[in-house]
């Protein structure tokens, strides 16, 4: 456990003896400093026993109005980064115990809301000490829990959580951008089976489109096509299936985009190719949508001929659909 509140005073004792109004002050000294033990990441809304009112929290929070003076903003995209001061040793053990306790929880699977927010605290403000290869941990840990089920919880719960996974995945991301790069296959893995779950209503779903599209930035364009792809063919069209198969087409669409420098062999055309057309065949409209829109992206990448050879047949349907969107993206450009 960490220590997190000290120097509380615990007023002396002494045997029974008659006093006067004069000498009630000098009983009341302040004796050895008390150490209160805490774990800093356990949520406090089931506590039923008072606690001690204190200035700080745990992690030393202050309000977000406090640090906005602290912010430097780099980059088109505005990215935010606090300035702050090299850590002293015992605040970098104390900092190291916090991420440590916070690490422990993640992989249980057990870190709420409130805890979360605690961990969000320290990345954002530069008090997390990744040493230790623990930022891999933690991030691989992330990755864990965001496709973990978690029966345990309320589907409301299990939602709050994960939105939560995904706010300290990004900002681990804006703080160590490359630290990612080991870890880009895994990430996609755990946005597809997570994105199994849920509607494309759902709130999350747009959270976990803008990961992937972080994600395919950093990857290697043929691995990722190959390891994609091959996960994808034999997707089922089940429920679960169609919404894997959305977001896999729309990671394949992005590596397009991204990847400028990226110039697909035949093989790996057709192979995206035939993906698309057996998905052009859904019943889902929302993966027939994500099939034509990767097709376009192909044909722009490889052209007229090659794009439509290793197509081959499709229904007329389709076709027209997506000889539209060719159109229209050739169009807009």
Known sequence: MVPTLTGLSEPQTSKPQAIDSSDEEDLITPSKPLQVYEDPFSSTDDQTTPRPVIAASVLEEVPV???AMNLVRNGKDGAESIKAPPMSPERFKQSSRLLDSGISKIKAKSLDVHGFRKLQGMIRDNKAAWSEDKFDVLLLGLFDYLEAP??????????????????????????????????????????????SCYDSRAHIVAGLELLADELVTLAEPKQTTAIITARLQNEQMSLEGCRILSMGLHVLRELLEAKKEFAPSDAEIN????????????????????????????????GEKRFWDALGGVKDDPKSLITYYIVKRQRDL
Request: charged share 30%.
């Open 150 to 195: 978690l029966a345990s919880l309320s589907p409301e719960k299990v939602q709050d959580v994960k939105a939560q996974i995904l706010a300290t995945i990004k900002l681990m991301y804006k703080k160590e951008r490359d630290g990612f790069r080991p870890h880009v296959v895994k990430g996609l893995e755990s946005v597809l089976v997570t994105r």
């Open 271 to 302: 192979e995206m190719c035939k993906l698309a057309a057996r998905c052009l065949e859904s019943t889902e409209s929302g993966v027939r949508m994500d099939a034509v829109q990767l097709c376009v992206s192909v044909h722009t990448r490889v």
């Open 65 to 67: 109005n406090e640090d």
